[in-house]
């Protein structure tokens, strides 16, 4: 559809409020909103929202209190301007009592008074305004680090339901904007609200009869303001989805800018994204058409209080009940009257904005992390004996099982092969080994031990995985493979690499380990990223090694050399290796058959070949289509 098709739909949508129709994508998306797991009302989320927001801003209130104590300064001395202002008129410029030199001496006096008055509160919110910004610095700081930390421990199901445009778009924007939320939504509207009632106070004060007549005109503008800014909210939230999709959609485009290339679709990527970004800003100008009506019914009743402060101050000061200092001072005490409303209604109209990011951050702080330990949990042991699976079942959708009644004992130090047809379950089975999953039913047990309770990362230690679909930071090489172990020397990393058969290559780069290798290893061929994988992994020195098809990049002369450097370094570890070529594994110690998510076949290699079985026909059939190859 066209962005106006698009946008003619939101608007339909908003009109007939239908919140959550105005974004196109929430409704086709689980990344777009994972409110839906959370049964309360909008209103009841929400203020849960904002008590643990409050609750978790609690560390920075001594700064805060600083910021409402220098607010509070700042506008009493604001409200001192027009009293030096009316003195100035009433008593001094249009007195007729005091001579001319007094007068004078007078003026300037009282226009000293004036001037240290407002460069004290200038000073005041210069160093507001600084701590203010250092304020909103480290809330933001704080924030991203605690959404990355719990977005880097989600499940891999909550993660791939986000998607990268979904991650990315809440440690930014939304990062961002939220953190605005605490001058926006407690210091700011706090702050004004004093203002408003010490302004009130001064109007009484000057002449209750003016007073009256100024503030008439406020609660008529203040709800018609609140009333407009809470319908804008849903708009801007359906502008973040939006925005939300479109950034993902140009992070999958340039991951794959070989195959948009390859199929010549340069020219529809770059219409999807015009198309998406012009809804947005459509979407915007809806916004923005709703802000100006407000702006503009502030703006008319802000003029209306200064025409009733002039009209009928003026009748008052005919008739001798007023002073042109009362209505010079009162005219300024009305402006500072409207001010700190204006600065509520415009807080709450930003406000909104904010809320729907904090809502957005906050739902992913509250989502649960993967596998929590348990509260008995101990540390994983230092030595693997022995890996059972003992009646495994696992499904990653229910109803959809992916293994079933999946049980083999295998002794530490042992090699085990998996193979099987394509979605047999073979990956699954290491992915279940690698804790990135849990059994549905059943399981895992290392040294006679349930998995689940050892503490996850002291598991994690004891495993390296090497996959067929390998990911390579943007940095040097050594930077990649130290990845491994943190702690390595230069000669651990060399020692790896010789090992992995990546040493020889390496060394013909322009820098050598120092060498850039670009993003996800875009600058090596397949063969050398795999082998720079392999010596990560070789350099974490696991117990437990995952070699999921890991030389199926390789060619033949790299996979021989590999597979004699291999011996030494399966040698006492228990590895689980899934391979295509099962020319590969015919020195495992034992080799799972699968089919179905079952195992079908079990033993070694020459074993297998004798019962004429699944496993001997798939060699055959591997063995022919080598043969038709060549």
Same mark, same amino acid.
């Given at each position: 559809?066209?962005?106006?098709?698009?946008?003619?739909?939101?608007?339909?949508?908003?009109?007939?409020?239908?919140?959550?129709?105005?974004?196109?994508?929430?409704?086709?998306?689980?990344?777009?909103?994972?409110?839906?797991?959370?049964?309360?009302?909008?209103?009841?989320?929400?203020?849960?929202? $904002?008590?643990?927001?409050?609750?978790?801003?609690?560390?920075?209130?001594?700064?805060?209190?600083?910021?409402?104590?220098?607010?509070?300064?700042?506008?009493?001395?604001?409200? @001192?301007?027009?009293?030096?202002?009316?003195?100035? =008129?009433?008593?001094?410029?249009?007195?007729?009592?005091?001579?001319?030199?007094?007068?004078?001496?007078?003026?300037?006096?009282?226009?000293?008074?004036?001037?240290?008055?407002?460069?004290?509160?200038?000073?005041?919110? #210069?160093?507001?305004?600084?701590?203010?910004?250092?304020?909103?610095?480290?809330?933001?700081?704080?924030?991203?680090?605690?959404?990355?930390?719990?977005?880097?421990?989600?499940? &891999?199901?909550? &993660?791939?339901?986000?998607?990268?445009?979904?991650?990315?778009?809440? &440690?930014?924007?939304?990062?961002?904007?939220?953190?605005?939320?605490?001058?926006?939504?407690?210091?700011?509207?706090? #702050?004004?609200?004093?203002?408003?009632?010490?302004?009130?106070?001064?109007?009484?004060? =000057?002449?209750?009869?003016?007073?009256?007549?100024?503030?008439?005109?406020?609660?008529?503008?203040?709800?018609?303001?609140?009333?407009?800014?809470?319908?804008?909210?849903?708009?801007?939230?359906?502008?973040?989805?939006?925005?939300?999709?479109?950034?993902?959609?140009?992070?999958?485009?340039?991951?794959?800018?070989?195959?948009?290339?390859?199929? !010549?679709?340069?020219?529809?990527?770059?219409?999807?994204?015009?198309?998406?970004?012009?809804?947005?800003?459509?979407?915007?100008?809806?916004?923005?058409?709703?802000?100006?009506?407000?702006?503009?019914?502030?703006?008319?009743?802000?003029?209306?209080?200064?025409? #009733?402060?002039?009209?009928?101050?003026?009748?008052?000061?005919?008739?001798?009940?007023?002073?042109?200092?009362?209505?010079?001072?009162?005219?300024?005490? *009305?402006?500072?009257?409207?001010?700190?409303?204006?600065?509520?209604?415009?807080?709450?109209?930003?406000?909104?904005?904010?809320?729907?990011?904090?809502?957005?951050?906050?739902? #992913?702080?509250?989502?649960?992390?993967?596998?929590?330990?348990?509260?008995?949990?101990?540390?994983?042991?230092?030595?693997?004996?022995?890996?059972?699976?003992?009646?495994?079942?696992?499904?990653?959708?229910?109803?959809?099982?992916?293994?079933?009644?999946?049980?083999?004992?295998?002794?530490?130090?042992?090699?085990?092969? &998996?193979?099987?047809?394509?979605?047999?379950?073979?990956?699954?089975?290491?992915?279940?080994? @690698?804790?990135?999953?849990?059994?549905?039913?059943?399981?895992?047990?290392?040294?006679?031990?349930?998995?689940?309770?050892?503490?996850?990362?002291?598991?994690?230690? =004891?495993?390296?995985?090497?996959?067929?679909?390998?990911?390579?930071?943007?940095?040097?090489?050594?930077?990649?493979?130290?990845?491994?172990?943190?702690?390595?020397?230069?000669?651990?990393?060399?020692?790896?690499?010789?090992?992995?058969?990546?040493?020889?290559?390496?060394?013909?780069?322009?820098?050598?380990?120092?060498?850039?290798?670009?993003?996800?290893?875009?600058?090596?061929?397949?063969?050398?990223?795999?082998?720079?994988?392999?010596?990560?992994?070789?350099? *974490?020195?696991?117990?437990?090694?995952?070699?999921?098809?890991?030389?199926?990049? $390789?060619?033949?002369?790299?996979?021989?050399?590999?597979?004699?450097?291999?011996?030494?370094?399966?040698?006492?570890?228990?590895?689980?290796?899934? *391979?295509?070529?099962?020319?590969?594994?015919?020195?495992?110690?034992?080799?799972?058959?699968?089919?179905?998510?079952?195992?079908?076949?079990?033993?070694?290699?020459?074993?297998?070949?004798?019962?004429?079985?699944?496993?001997?026909?798939?060699?055959?059939? !591997?063995?022919?289509?080598? *043969?038709?190859?060549?």
């Amino acid at each position: 559809k066209s962005s106006k098709q698009r946008y003619e739909r939101f608007r339909r949508a908003y009109q007939e409020g239908k919140t959550n129709e105005l974004s196109l994508y929430r409704k086709k998306e689980k990344d777009q909103d994972f409110s839906d797991r959370d049964h309360r009302s909008k209103k009841d989320r929400r203020r849960h929202y $904002l008590g643990n927001y409050v609750r978790w801003l609690w560390k920075f209130w001594p700064t805060v209190v600083l910021l409402v104590v220098l607010s509070l300064l700042s506008a009493v001395l604001e409200l @001192a301007h027009p009293l030096f202002l009316r003195h100035i =008129l009433d008593n001094v410029l249009l007195s007729d009592t005091l001579a001319t030199a007094e007068r004078i001496h007078q003026l300037h006096l009282i226009g000293s008074g004036l001037l240290v008055v407002i460069l004290l509160g200038q000073c005041i919110s #210069v160093f507001k305004n600084y701590r203010t910004r250092t304020l909103n610095l480290h809330v933001m700081i704080s924030l991203r680090r605690s959404l990355f930390d719990r977005l880097l421990h989600l499940s &891999l199901v909550d &993660l791939t339901d986000m998607k990268t445009g979904g991650v990315i778009s809440r &440690l930014s924007g939304d990062v961002n904007t939220t953190s605005g939320l605490l001058q926006l939504g407690l210091i700011s509207p706090g #702050v004004s609200l004093i203002r408003l009632v010490l302004a009130i106070g001064m109007l009484f004060y =000057l002449n209750w009869r003016l007073a009256f007549a100024a503030i008439t005109v406020l609660p008529v503008a203040v709800a018609i303001s609140f009333l407009v800014a809470k319908r804008i909210r849903p708009i801007y939230r359906a502008v973040r989805d939006d925005a939300q999709h479109v950034d993902g959609r140009v992070g999958e485009t340039f991951g794959g800018i070989r195959v948009v290339r390859g199929f !010549q679709r340069e020219a529809l990527e770059s219409l999807n994204y015009n198309i998406g970004r012009h809804e947005i800003v459509r979407k915007q100008l809806f916004a923005e058409r709703r802000e100006i009506a407000l702006w503009t019914v502030w703006g008319f009743m802000m003029s209306c209080v200064g025409l #009733v402060t002039v009209w009928f101050g003026g009748y008052l000061q005919v008739n001798g009940r007023a002073s042109i200092g009362d209505i010079m001072a009162f005219q300024w005490y *009305a402006m500072l009257l409207l001010n700190p409303v204006w600065q509520i209604v415009n807080s709450f109209s930003e406000l909104q904005r904010s809320l729907a990011a904090m809502e957005r951050v906050f739902e #992913v702080l509250e989502m649960q992390p993967d596998k929590p330990d348990r509260k008995d949990a101990v540390d994983a042991p230092a030595t693997v004996e022995s890996v059972e699976f003992r009646n495994v079942d696992f499904q990653y959708n229910e109803g959809i099982p992916v293994l079933t009644d999946f049980s083999v004992c295998i002794p530490g130090g042992s090699v085990v092969a &998996l193979v099987g047809r394509s979605g047999a379950g073979k990956t699954t089975v290491t992915d279940l080994v @690698a804790r990135f999953y849990d059994p549905t039913n059943g399981c895992i047990l290392v040294n006679g031990k349930d998995i689940r309770d050892f503490r996850l990362a002291t598991y994690r230690n =004891l495993l390296a995985v090497v996959q067929q679909d390998v990911f390579l930071f943007d940095g040097s090489v050594a930077e990649n493979i130290v990845y491994g172990d943190s702690s390595a020397s230069f000669e651990e990393i060399l020692d790896a690499a010789k090992r992995a058969n990546a040493d020889q290559f390496i060394q013909e780069l322009p820098k050598g380990y120092e060498s850039l290798i670009g993003e996800r290893g875009v600058k090596l061929s397949g063969g050398q990223a795999q082998r720079l994988s392999i010596a990560r992994a070789i350099l *974490a020195n696991p117990q437990i090694l995952i070699l999921d098809e890991a030389t199926s990049n $390789l060619d033949t002369e790299s996979e021989q050399l590999i597979q004699s450097s291999m011996r030494e370094l399966l040698a006492g570890r228990t590895t689980f290796v899934v *391979a295509h070529r099962l020319s590969t594994i015919t020195d495992a110690d034992l080799i799972l058959v699968l089919d179905e998510g079952k195992i079908v076949e079990r033993g070694t290699h020459s074993e297998l070949m004798e019962r004429q079985g699944l496993y001997t026909e798939m060699v055959k059939r !591997q063995q022919e289509s080598m *043969a038709t190859n060549a």
